[in-house]
């Protein structure tokens, strides 16, 4: 579960950016921005893959439009796994209660 958590925190902003319509260079930034984010702490992990976005479809060479299209799916695609993993830590904690015997 935990690889799953930090699977959504990775792919996250490249499936939320693929999905508002990013090139490749836009989905690649958004996967790096989030690599490079996780040495800036919780708001590395949010703002990294917007900021990688928003360069790779500068790079790229797309409108204005365009790019903030992507950096929105991206931050999107970051507020959905923040979901997801907060579902994903209460299935770990309800497991923990439900194997650790009670202590009296």
Do not use: C
């Not at 989030?34 to 919780?42: D, V």
């Not at 204005?64 to 959905?80: F, I, T």
């Amino acid at each position: 579960l935990t690889l799953a958590a930090y699977a959504l925190d990775f792919l996250s902003g490249y499936f939320g950016a693929r999905y508002f319509g990013a090139t490749k260079w836009g989905m690649f930034g958004a996967l790096l921005g989030a690599l490079i984010g996780i040495f800036f702490g919780i708001a590395g992990l949010f703002v990294g893959p917007v900021i990688g976005a928003v360069a790779g479809e500068f790079i790229a060479g797309k409108r204005m439009v365009d790019v903030g299209r992507a950096g929105w799916g991206s931050l999107l695609g970051n507020l959905g796994a923040m979901i997801g993993k907060l579902f994903i830590a209460l299935v770990m904690i309800t497991i923990f209660f439900m194997t650790v015997p009670a202590p009296f």
